[in-house]
Nanobody
C-alpha cells in the first residue's frame, strides 16, 4: 500500500511564503513523476506543478515565477516552495505520484493540506 503524506500547509498573509512537502511510504516500483494539484471551494482540481523523475518541470501559468517544485528521487519526496502568495492561491493542495509498473502508470494521491492566504 502506497501512501503520500503532505505537510507544510497553513495560514499566511499575501506576499508570504510556504513550503509544502510530500513523503511517500510503501512499495514504490518506479516513480514516473510527482506533482502538486489544488482545489478551491466550488472549483475543479487543477494542476499546479509537476516534476518528472528526470527533473523536467511543468507549472500552471498562474504560479510560474512564484512556485518551485523539486524532488528528492532517493526518498521519493516532493516539495513545493511557494512565494509571493496571493489570496487566489488558497486551496487544498494535493500531492500526486505516478508509479510506473511494467509500463502501466498507477497514480496515488495524498489527503491534502490546506493553504489559506489572507489579504
Amino acid at each position: 500500500q502506497v501512501q503520500l503524506v503532505e505537510s507544510g500547509g497553513g495560514l499566511v498573509q499575501a506576499g508570504g511564503s510556504l513550503r509544502l512537502s510530500c513523503a511517500t511510504s510503501g512499495r514504490i516500483v518506479n516513480i514516473n513523476s510527482m506533482g502538486w494539484y489544488r482545489q478551491a471551494p466550488g472549483k475543479q482540481r487543477e494542476s499546479v506543478a509537476i516534476i518528472s523523475s528526470g527533473g523536467f518541470t511543468n507549472y500552471a501559468d498562474s504560479v510560474k515565477g512564484r512556485f518551485t517544485i523539486s524532488m528528492e528521487n532517493a526518498k521519493n519526496t516532493v516539495y513545493l516552495q511557494m512565494s509571493s502568495l496571493k489570496p487566489e492561491d488558497s486551496a487544498v493542495y494535493y500531492c500526486n505520484a505516478v508509479d510506473n509498473i511494467f509500463g502501466i502508470r498507477h497514480p496515488y494521491w495524498g489527503q491534502g493540506t490546506q493553504v489559506t492566504v489572507s489579504s
